[in-house]
């Protein structure tokens, strides 16, 4: 079955250190990923997205993202993290071609001063 | 990218009440929308699927009579909850996507978070 697992339901990091967000999937085939950002009672905002092509993906805000599929992960990093950065994170995988998608538990990421 | 309205952003409403989200495209045509939930402190779960001019698919355990859902057009969908009950409380959230090919990205509204007393 799909599935997306966040094994990180809270991070807290130091504002200026860096960040890794922790993502795997089980898909059958070529997966497409996802990470959104969620601030508390909020929608959701596109971080970045791997459909293929180059593994290293760039997103919004200074995250990046790098597709491993030998390790089926695709984790979320941040060099320089800022404390407008605290909100919860989703990693996602796309359902086929119906387009809707699977998502992971999330993580809480807070930024300490 | 491109713009997803959901209408209200929060509502109350006592049990037994129906309430009606709306979730628009505000600059492209949606040709497919879906409804997540989302309980407290937890993932998004999707509800259903909807199709312009079709009936929509719900997944399991999702009551279809419960949470009636409308694409009529293809810039709106409703999501209408039934004789809602406290259970029902969570937030909801709307995306579309305007093809259905697999690189077709969806966009996501802002949600609606939905109490009921």
């Known amino acids: 079955a799909q599935s997306v697992t966040q094994p990180d339901i809270h991070i807290t990091v130091s504002e200026g250190a860096s960040l890794e967000l922790r993502c795997n999937y089980s898909y059958g085939a070529t997966p497409y990923l996802f990470w959104y950002v969620q601030s508390p009672g909020q929608g959701l905002q596109l971080l970045l997205k791997?459909?293929?092509?180059?593994?290293l993906v760039q997103g919004i805000k200074g995250f990046e993202a790098e597709f491993k599929r030998s390790q089926s992960s695709f984790n979320l990093r941040k060099p320089s993290v800022h404390w407008s950065d605290a909100a919860e994170y989703f990693c996602?995988?796309?359902?086929?071609?119906?387009?809707?998608?699977?998502f992971g538990k999330g993580t809480k990421l807070s930024v300490k001063p | 990218g491109a713009v997803v309205s959901q209408h209200p952003s929060r509502v109350i409403c006592k049990s037994g009440t129906s309430v009606k989200i709306e979730c628009r495209s505000l600059?492209?045509?949606?040709?497919?929308m879906f409804w997540y939930r989302q309980f407290p402190k937890q993932s998004l779960m999707l509800m259903a699927t909807s199709n312009e001019g079709s009936k929509a698919t719900y997944e399991q355990g999702v009551e279809k009579d419960k949470f009636l859902i409308n694409h009529a057009s293809l810039t709106l969908s409703t999501l209408t909850v039934t004789s809602a009950h406290p259970e029902d409380s969570s937030f909801y959230i709307c995306?579309?996507?305007?093809?259905?090919?697999?690189?077709?990205?969806?966009?996501f509204g802002q949600g609606t978070r939905l109490t009921v007393v």
């Open positions: 791997y459909f293929s092509g180059d593994t």
């Open positions: 995306s579309a996507r305007s093809g259905r090919g697999r690189e077709t990205e969806a966009f």
């Open positions: 996602a995988v796309q359902r086929g071609s119906q387009g809707n998608l699977i």
């Open positions: 600059d492209f045509q949606a040709t497919t």
